[in-house]
């Protein structure tokens, strides 16, 4: 199982981006995937999970602002950032259970068995 992600990038405080991750060596239909993001030596916080019945959960410092979203046709795992303010700047991970043994969503990192490399976003003042 591969997971890469993309669409990081450096914005100005109240822009936007959206991030995508992409499965491969997958094809399960039971699941629970999530975001996190970590500052350099920080520890890795979870920011939004989605399970495939389609609930979500959110850090209380995203809701509003973010939206987690998948296509299972594309295999393609997505977070909507919208009003991106300073304290959004970190490594952004996605991460994959295959086979949870219950399906509610998840922002505990010891939950999943895969995890992307990450993509970098930055946002300035």
Known sequence: VQLVESGGAS??????????????GSTAS????GWFRQISGDER????S???DGTTTYAESVKGRFTI?????????YLQMNNLKPEDT??????LDLDPSTL??????????????????TVSS
Do not use: F, W
Request: with cysteine.
């Open 104 to 121: 509610t969503p998840s922002l505990s990192e010891l939950h999943y068995n895969y995890r992307g490399q990450g993509t970098q976003v």
């Open 50 to 52: 989605i399970v495939s």
């Open 45 to 48: 916080e979870g920011v939004a």
């Open 69 to 77: 979203s998948i296509d299972s046709t594309k295999s393609t795992l």
């Open 30 to 33: 039971r699941y629970c995937m």
């Open 11 to 24: 914005v100005q405080t109240g822009g936007s981006l959206r991030l995508s991750c992409a499965v491969s």
């Open 90 to 95: 970190a490594m952004y991970y996605c991460a």
